[in-house]
Every structure is written in C-alpha cells, then in structure tokens.
Nanobody
C-alpha cells in the first residue's frame, strides 16, 4: 500500500502562486509515476500533471507554462508549483500514484484509471 498526503493548499489572489506537496509513504518503490488531479465544485475530476520515476512529465494542455510538477525520489515527495493562478483553478487537488510501468508513452498517465492510490486532497481557492 502507498499512502499519500497532500499539503500546501490555501487561499490566494488571482495572479498569485502556490506550491503543493505530496508526501508518499509505504510501498513507494512500486510507484512508476505520480500525478496531480483536481476537482472543481460541480465538475468531474480532471488531469493536471504527471511525472514518471525518471522525471518525464506530462501536463494538461490548458495548464502548460503555469504549472510545474517535480519529484524528489529520495524524499518520496512530489510537488506542484502553480503560478499565475486564476479563479478557475479553484478546486480540490489530489495526488495519485500509479504502478503502471512506463511503456514509452507518457499519455499512459493521463487517465485516472491507471492510478492505484489517491490522497485525500487539498483545497486551493483563488479569489478574483
């Protein structure tokens, strides 16, 4: 089992920045990739970004250039740096771990179904 705990959410004004962290514990060696998803009120959960064990990254097209995912394998941490935040970025942000072995396509990690473990989420609210 892998346990994931997100932190770093909060309230920020539009144009501001936030950095989310995800601490992984347990059988972390089984995680081939880590991802961030978000769910806004009344909407379905959507993909934000993913990063493989070796550092390959994938972003939702609409978030490229504003969000950056990174990981520290030694510390079992994954981060999401969010810049130029907009009110529409308001959502609960979830960290997820996938044991699906990288097969040559980063798009493998776009879908929620490849993730085995999920955190409880952290609220991000962007005020206008």
């Amino acid at each position: 089992q892998v346990q994931l705990v997100e932190s770093g959410g909060g309230l920020v004004q539009a144009g501001g920045s936030l950095s989310l962290s995800c601490a992984a514990s347990g059988r972390t060696f089984s995680s081939a990739a880590m991802g961030w998803f978000r769910q806004a009120p009344g909407k379905e959960r959507e993909f934000v970004a993913a990063i493989t064990w070796r550092g390959g990254t994938l972003y939702a097209d609409s978030l490229k250039g504003r969000f950056t995912i990174s990981r520290d394998n030694a510390k079992n941490m994954v981060y999401l740096q969010m810049n130029s935040l907009k009110p529409e970025d308001t959502a609960v942000y979830y960290c997820a771990a996938s044991s699906r072995v990288y097969s040559g396509s980063l798009y493998t990690y776009y879908g929620q179904n490849v993730y085995d473990h999920w955190g409880q989420g952290t609220q991000v609210t962007v005020s206008s």
